[in-house]
């Protein structure tokens, strides 16, 4: 059964990059062929999907977050990664990492990480 | 302001039925794609629990059921329960918007 794990710094400095890490156990992050998503909630709000990444490389971001969003892949650690830079106290959320549930275009999200609260302050 | 139209809230009382509705566009559910629903309770990770409009994933009670027609979709639950206070989320594909996954804004059920 695939678990996920994010780890990351938990306190971003307003202007600097926020990067996290998903780490996939219990299976390997290149089988199957599946996207592997980045989401968030802020305090309060809704869900956001910030962006995924294809176990080749390819990915697919938000439009309102895409100029500042990089996602990147390392099939041999079983981890895929989060870089969203120039960050404002606006980005403050819990990061969930999340798995399609399935390969095809509209799946779902299963499972999910417990998640990662990333706050922004000087 | 989401993709995916929600209620803010929806309220019933135990053993009652509640539905929440999920309102898209021609470009995400009204162009066939699917809608999913998930469970959000405070400090813990989402939990599947419709997927492809109306399958449940396992260990997910038959109290919970989804539907899909046109532009919109709804869930069901039915003998409703304490333990099912929590924030819901439909959730969808749009091919508007970059090979974007979109989520609704949420529905706060309250179990009176």
């Known amino acids: 059964q695939v678990q996920l794990q994010e780890s990351g710094p938990g306190l971003v400095k307003p202007s600097q990059t926020l990067s996290l890490t998903c780490t996939v156990s219990g299976g390997s992050i290149s089988s199957g062929r599946y996207f592997w998503s980045w989401i968030r909630q802020p305090a309060g709000k809704g869900l956001e999907w910030i962006g995924r990444i294809y176990t080749s490389g390819s990915t697919n971001y938000n439009p309102s977050l895409k100029s500042r969003v990089t996602l990147s892949i390392d099939t041999s650690k079983n981890q895929f990664s989060l870089n969203l830079s120039s960050v404002t106290a606006a980005d403050t959320a819990v990061y969930y990492c999340?798995?399609?549930?399935?390969?095809?275009?509209?799946?779902?999200?299963?499972?999910w990480g417990q998640g990662t609260l990333v706050t922004v302050s000087s | 302001q989401s993709v995916l139209t929600q209620p803010p809230s929806v309220s019933g009382a135990p053993g009652q039925r509640v539905t929440i509705s999920c309102t898209g566009n021609?470009?995400?559910?009204?162009?066939?794609?699917?809608v999913h629903w998930y469970q959000h309770l405070p400090g813990t990770a989402p939990k599947p629990l419709i997927y492809g409009n109306t399958n449940r994933p396992s260990g997910v009670p038959d109290r919970f059921s989804g539907s899909k027609s046109g532009t919109s979709a709804s869930l069901a639950i039915t003998g409703l329960q304490a333990e099912d206070e929590a924030d819901y989320y439909c959730?969808?594909?749009?091919?508007?918007?970059?090979?974007?996954?979109?989520f609704g804004g949420g529905t706060k059920l309250t179990v009176l």
């Open positions: 021609s470009s995400n559910i009204g162009a066939g794609y699917d």
């Open positions: 959730q969808s594909y749009d091919s508007s918007l970059s090979g974007s996954k979109v």
């Open positions: 999340a798995k399609d549930r399935a390969n095809m275009i509209g799946s779902s999200f299963d499972p």
